[in-house]
């Protein structure tokens, strides 16, 4: 028996704990993995239970299973039934055991519990004078396993969204796991450094799905080829539909790029703006504007507020002579996420052509870019793909201004040229492209819809507010504005170590003590490790508090 962290791992023996394993059993590998037919009772028998020895993870306060997984030595094993010649597959001249059924209650998951359980096992199966063990383990966890050192073989077994990938464990593959880690011995966070388990919650590079991977792994081709413009031009017409924009320019670099070529659009105008800012993304589209030699004003509102009507006819009624507005849809730094329909409503009314800087939010919530006149998105945010695709949307005809726009962002010369004036790398153009057919987006704009919901509701549980209230908040941003005596870059770093990535180290993050958490890559980044964290790390100085 091992005493750790206040949860105890053990070999289970009391009737309540074979009854808690049978209980999770059920709720793992019926409710959540629909392996096996429910049943009136909630409690599944293992067909092996007899020969198997369950090594369990106890929380001690609570006297409740946390963990379980199961060591079996007997064969056949159950992957015997589903791969035929199992041992073809392995290494040869070992002594082997088999894994089975590796399970965490629900509210014990992003902890280092499965660790744990995977220490005492591997343990136990040496004592046993084991040194391989196989397992089928699900392949919505194959992150999970390649970190704790399996290494896979073989082809995926199972059906439906019972799908499992065979894999084996060497005693000297896990030694070195225990080596850099000895967690459980000690409390050390050497195994958290290790990033191949994080969780990424930056604003870039976010995580990119497969299809996206592959498509930017291909060969290059030639941006003249006709393979290419086709794919090119697919490209743009998807992006079209799903902004309801008439035209859109891709151009080679960041999303400032994008800006800069707007803030040039503008100037052919020659007329006076207007930029609106409520954080530093909106303080940036002012040095676009200043680069360009606009001539405009600013309007200022409160970090973590949104521009709502009155502000932007207040705006207005102050510059008469404003013919255009620039500002942001989401102001990333502080999680807030204006509204398009008042931007437009009001600029439609006064006769001033609107544009709107979508970095953050195209790919993460609904776009109407249909009465915007120019409008910027990058690649490498919300479209979850590769940084370096910068996307400018109009619903006008362009002219090029080669006497008074740099080539490189005069984006009349890419209507003129169909898209494609200069070199476009096309593997960028194509990881876009297989983003864009991968992804259902009104799902995905649901599925980040509910991460903030999830991740709000658990910072409310541990006092931790968000910076911008609910009524407009950036689903996929959430910026936490820590107590004077917190320091962002501590708390970041602690978190880092842990293996979850927050924003934190922007100048504009540090000189005003917020973390950032986001929501913008392919993946699905679960909250409560993350909030889990906090609680320990902002614990302390909340307890002082409370004793002053």
Known sequence: MNLLDGFIYKIAELPWEIEAVHALNYKTFVEEIPQHQPNVEKVLTDKFHRQNTYIICVDEERKILAGMIAFRHQRPFSLDSKLENLDSYLPENRSLCEIRLLAVTEKYRFTRISQGLI????????????????????????KLYKFLGFVPFGPVVGSGDAQY????????????????????????????????????????????SKPVQDAHSE??????????????GQTRRLL???TGAARVQLLMGPGTLANDAIAAQLGLLQQVGLVLV????????????????????????????????HHLEQALDQNPDARWVWATHCETSTGVLNDIDIYQQVCQERRVRLCLDCISSLGTVPVDL????????????????????????????????????????????????????????SNLVHALLASLKVHDWQSRFEE???????????????????????????????????????????????????????SYQSRYLRDRNWIQACRLGADSQPAEKLVRLLRKKLKPARNLDQQR
């Open 278 to 309: 409520s954080g530093e993304f909106g303080r940036r589209l002012v040095n676009n504007a200043r680069g360009a030699r606009l001539s405009f004003e600013t309007f200022e509102i409160a970090e973590g507020a949104a521009f709502e009507r």
């Open 165 to 208: 990938q065979p894999m084996y464990l060497t005693v000297e593959a896990y030694s070195d796991l225990k080596t850099r880690s000895s967690s459980f011995a000690r409390d050390s966070d050497e195994l958290a450094n290790d990033d191949r388990l994080a969780f990424n919650f930056l604003p870039g590079p976010v995580d990119f």
């Open 219 to 232: 060969p290059p081709c030639s941006h003249r080829g006709p393979e290419f413009a086709q794919d090119f």
């Open 119 to 142: 220490a005492q096992l591997v343990q136990h199966a040496t004592d046993c004078g084991y040194d391989m063990a196989v397992i089928s383990g699900t392949i919505h966890q194959a």
């Open 370 to 425: 249909s009465g915007v006149y120019l409008a910027s998105a990058t690649s490498g945010k919300g479209m979850a793909s590769i940084a370096g695709v910068a996307m400018v949307f109009h619903n006008h005809e362009l002219a090029s201004a080669p006497e008074q726009i740099p080539c490189a962002i005069d984006l009349g010369l890419y209507q003129q040229s169909d898209g494609i004036p200069y070199t476009i790398q």
């Open 240 to 242: 079209c539909e799903m």
């Open 448 to 502: 980040v819809r509910r991460w903030s919901t999830s991740i709000r509701s658990q910072l409310h549980e541990i006092g931790v507010s968000a910076l911008a209230p609910e009524s407009c908040a950036m689903p996929s941003v959430v910026t936490i504005a820590l107590a004077s005596h917190h320091c962002s870059e501590e708390i970041g770093d602690a978190l880092k170590k842990h293996g979850v990535l927050v």
